[in-house]
């Protein structure tokens, strides 16, 4: 999967979440994002940076594009999610769809959900 496709800031999201760079991450989202994730939502950037620092760095994720799509005015990337956390009841290996929405250059929003089709993806 070509990532050069994908707008600027979600290539530097991704490069961040894998180098880790914790600052430059938080730094791809807007003031006032929001995150929506495991069924919670964080709001603005200082709750993004605790949530990434909890749910993100403190778990080692990495993640691995495996293909993206544009669906009404989101941006919908499918990466396969690794890292040290619970594996307990998820599918191995764990797709994820991260739900983007871009604005003044920024991530505006992110809703991440478990992929449906997770068989189809391993087969591209």
């Known amino acids: 999967?070509?990532?050069?496709?994908?707008?600027?800031?979600?290539?530097?999201?991704?490069?961040?979440?894998n180098k880790?760079?914790?600052?430059?991450?938080?730094?791809?989202?807007?003031?006032d994002a929001l995150v929506l994730d495991e069924g919670k939502e964080w709001a603005g950037k200082a709750d993004i940076k605790k949530w990434s620092a909890e749910h993100h760095?403190?778990?080692?994720?990495?993640?691995?594009l495996k293909q993206h799509k544009q669906h009404e005015e989101d941006i919908?990337?499918?990466?396969?999610?690794?890292?040290d956390f619970d594996k307990t009841g998820l599918p191995?290996?764990?797709?994820?769809?991260?739900?983007?929405?871009?604005?003044?250059?920024?991530?505006?929003?992110?809703?991440i959900r478990l992929?449906?089709?997770s068989e189809r993806i391993e087969e591209r």
Do not use: H, R, W
Request: glycine share 6%.
């Open 92 to 111: 191995d290996p764990l797709y994820l769809d991260f739900y983007f929405q871009i604005g003044n250059l920024k991530i505006k929003q992110l809703a």
């Open 76 to 83: 919908v990337v499918v990466f396969k999610v690794d890292g």
């Open 57 to 64: 760095f403190g778990a080692n994720i990495t993640l691995e």
């Open 20 to 31: 880790p760079d914790p600052e430059a991450y938080v730094d791809c989202f807007s003031e």
């Open 115 to 117: 992929s449906k089709g």
């Open 1 to 17: 999967m070509e990532p050069s496709l994908l707008p600027p800031v979600i290539q530097d999201f991704i490069a961040a979440a």
